[in-house]
């Protein structure tokens, strides 16, 4: 069996596997499925008895494909690499952006490591010590803010999900730095990021259909964990054409905490169906779900302004910046 160890923040895993090509380089590469559109490293670490996890695949081509999951280990077994080719949706497979692994690693950081993962971009102003984090699920607008954001000198942070802890005080960690973005967003939106980022955009006669992954690491912050930094939240609505911004104050502390743990909680409960044809339930319990519950109420403690914005993707940072 072929053994490899690896580290996604602070959970540590094992990959075993029966066939070199089970373990694919979506760990490290730069493409839409890619694990690195949700975390801000896959790092290979030595191989032992003692990591959180273990992942072990056996490839037998003429035995049904299977999943299993317990405390500390996931299992696939059976026709692994055929399900995994016939995929329509590499995302949705162990090792895609919304797949077991990713799903499962949040699980993990909650319940060893007391780390939890909100569903959002951050973006970091240097010039006034505040963390903007917006947390949305797709279509919300993430994407808007993180490119208006880069072309009025904001820094990256994470684009997908942003992780905090506590331990004397409040620490946020970095999470993403590539995201999926539209080319008719870049192309026609937002044209001074492309050249920023000496990026070349691919021909598509679906400009506003095709998404490719852009890496932002020349726009990132220059620091990879950050204690002591004002928070705002912003809870976005951006449409691509809208005239004016309307942004408002959330002072119901009910709300706001209804609305962070919704958002906290969905990629961990979040029922799946993987290589199309495995429904997955949802990792959730009620001991997770009470610290959980806990966490956000931590975090809000922390959080100097929340705000619910609604906006075009042009002025979707108006009233927002301190």
Known sequence: MIRKGFKILKATFGVLANKEELIPDIFFSVNYESLLTDFHAVEPIEYSDNLDFYITMVDEPNVPFDISVSEKKISL?????????????????????????????????????????????????????????????????????????????????????????????????????????????????????????????????????????????AEQTKFDLIEKTGITVILPHIEEVREKSIVTDIKDRRAARKALFDNISNKIAENVLLYDNVPFAGLDNPVLMKNRFRAVDRFLDHTERIVKVIAGSQNCWEGTLK
């Open 77 to 217: 077994t059976g026709s692994i690499l055929k399900a995994t080719s016939e995929a329509s949706d590499l995302r949705f497979t162990l090792f895609g952006n919304e797949g077991l692994l990713f799903r499962y690693t949040l699980m993990v950081l909650e319940w060893k490591y007391n780390t939890y993962s909100f569903h959002a971009c951050s973006l970091y102003d240097e010039k006034t010590n505040q963390m903007y984090i917006a947390p949305g699920g797709a279509g919300s607008g993430k994407t808007c803010l993180i490119l208006k954001g880069i072309e009025l000198g904001l820094k990256i942070f994470s684009t997908e999900m942003t992780h905090f802890s506590f331990d004397n005080g409040m620490t946020l960690y970095k999470g993403s730095l590539i995201d999926n973005i539209r080319v008719a967003n870049l192309k026609y939106s937002y044209p001074t990021v492309p050249k920023k980022l000496n990026l070349k955009l691919p021909e598509t006669t679906d400009e506003w259909g095709k998404k490719i992954p852009v890496d932002l690491k």
